[in-house]
């Protein structure tokens, strides 16, 4: 399976993945998807948000357990950051067959749309869609870098964008979510161990700033006559980095819209995008508001996530069957805490990443480490399936 998609998506220059929500690379990793659920003789499904659902069994008379993650990517993302839980979905089911087991209740393999809002900014669309979480006016009115909105996306790719928002009925069909995931840190170096599960998600969220000034020439506008905002931006970026390690969290600006983006011109705006999380959900606000205050730009909110502690009867049922795996907390945002927040069971699987970059076409697994979660994910869902 890993060899079936490996290449899709990927920049042959950087190795880096470009997998854009409703780019042609997922359209392909869609078409992929489909295809193993069909080999398996699973019942696909998509609901109104685009979310992927192939299940053996039936959910709609007893609420399944269901595996995966997601299949796009962060731009010249690495590949293994929501494949590797997608593919070990697939492979578990292959595992628990290859054991005889008949699950006692229905199995599903689930493949999330948009978790990295790469492409419009959001976060877990799919997911906060399908709980509520996410105004579907709002969602159908993201843009892209191109200003095309998510609603004209969505018709493009044959959806009906109206159709987004809450879906009760998909969410009765899932019991218990199970989101195996690469690690995104070196806590499982740390414990020297392959794979362990997660306690919490750190609280999380995405401002956008706007600085304005006066678009002009570089060559012939005096210093005392210029309105750049890069300047006003560049003192935010410092101080964010201040604040930061002052308050223990973590802050990040890592993109950045310069208009009209000239060499030769000063700019007239520059938006930038602030990333901030920590494990307390207090010291995050403050830093974001300090920066608000002092940065002069408009600032809006336009994702938060509070802290997600997983459901601890299910971690440690997890833990134990995992053989007493570790229990590690995270700064990463995935789907499973969406649900988890949405009150849906939910746990998470760590597979060991032996640098902990993520993110980048360095992360990275070892194939003995991957083959321990699928047998970890096998013996999770063996467990639950059970009763
Ligand atoms: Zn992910």
Known sequence: MWGAIEHLGRDGRTGGYLRDAWSPADRELREWF???????????????????????????GRPGVVTGSHLDSVRQGGAFDGPLGVVSAFAALDALRARGAEPARPLGVACFTDEEGARFGVPCVGSRLLTGVLDPDRARGLTDDEGDSLAEVLSRAGRDPGALGRDDETLRHIGVFLELHVEQGRGLVDADAPVGVASAIWPHGRWRFDFRGQANHAGTTRLDDRDDPMLPFARTVLRAREAAERAGVLATFGKVRVSPNNANAVPGLVSAWLDARGGREDAVRALVAELADSSGAEVSAESWTPVVDFDADLRDRLAAVLGGAPALPTGAGHDAGILAAAGVPSAMVFVRNPTGISHSPDEHAETSDCHAGVAALADALEDLCRS
């Open 34 to 60: 489909r295809q193993e659920a069909e080999r398996r003789g699973l019942d696909l499904r998509e609901d109104r948000n685009g979310n992927l659902w192939a299940w053996w069994g039936d959910p709609s």
